[in-house]
T-cell receptor
Framework: NAGVTQTPKFRILKIGQSMTLQCTQDMNHNYMYWYRQDPGMGLKLIYYSVGAGITDKGEVPNGYNVSRSTTEDFPLRLELAAPSQTSVYFC?????????????FGPGTRLLVL | KNQVEQSPQSLIILEGKNCTLQCNYTVSPFSNLRWYKQDTGRGPVSLTIMTFSENTKSNGRYTATLDADTKQSSLHITASQLSDSASYICVVSVGKAAGNKLTFGGGTRVLVKP
């Protein structure tokens, strides 16, 4: 099992550009999440999905969009990049999202918006 | 507002020594508390998960304690190794709602020197 994989590892964007961060998991997990991690701060939930076709906003969804067409993939879309979106983005997954279940994280995508 | 505060922000210890990291939380309703280890450039990896009824949980040289009355937790690292150099993140699970909503602390960065 590769677990949770993310691409790209690093990207530089100009203000106003768009991009999609890719996330794939091979554990057949129903729940998937997108977080951002700013230096010295705790991870913040952007969006999450409880299954294919179902997504919901997290704590900081503004400026982002998601879709979940398959169980395996959960891409995160930035439409008009802003410097405030400079961060490290982590995708995670869990089987059911309840109780004492562990979330498994990908290696992250480092994004710099200039 | 749900918050998780960790101390110290960073610490340096010599290889073979012990150390203790602190976590205070103001989260309601409390479901469970987790400690994650995050190596530089990697995603967080779960170390322990505890419910309010558990006082202590071990994972090898890592021992977590929980005092649900005072809303405090600690992570003790015994006989530190160079591979313990990482950030350690305290995470509290809020309620039992779908999505397994997590509140993350900012982490304690540990550097183990030979």
């Amino acid at each position: 099992n590769a677990g949770v994989t993310q691409t790209p590892k690093f990207r530089i964007l100009k203000i106003g550009q768009s991009m999609t961060l890719q996330c794939t998991q091979d554990m057949n997990h129903n729940y998937m999440y997108w977080y951002r991690q700013d230096p010295g701060m705790g991870l913040k939930l952007i969006y999450y999905s409880v299954g294919a076709g179902i997504t919901d906003k997290g704590e900081v969804p503004n400026g982002y969009n998601v879709s979940r067409s398959t169980t395996e993939d959960f891409p995160l879309r930035l439409e008009l990049a802003a410097p405030s979106q400079t961060s490290v983005y982590f995708c995670a997954s869990s089987a059911t999202g309840l109780g004492l279940e562990t979330q498994y994280f990908g290696p992250g995508t480092r994004l710099l918006v200039l | 507002k749900n918050q998780v505060e960790q101390s110290p922000q960073s610490l340096i210890i010599l290889e073979g020594k012990n150390c203790t990291l602190q976590c205070n939380y103001t989260v309601s309703p409390f479901s469970n508390l987790r400690w994650y280890k995050q190596d530089t450039g990697r995603g967080p990896v779960s170390l322990t998960i505890m419910t309010f009824s558990e006082n202590t949980k071990s994972n090898g040289r890592y021992t977590a304690t929980l005092d649900a009355d005072t809303k405090q937790s600690s992570l003790h690292i015994t006989a530190s190794q160079l591979s313990d150099s990482a950030s350690y993140i305290c995470v509290v699970s809020v309620g039992k709602a779908a999505g397994n909503k997590l509140t993350f602390g900012g982490g304690t960065r540990v550097l183990v020197k030979p």
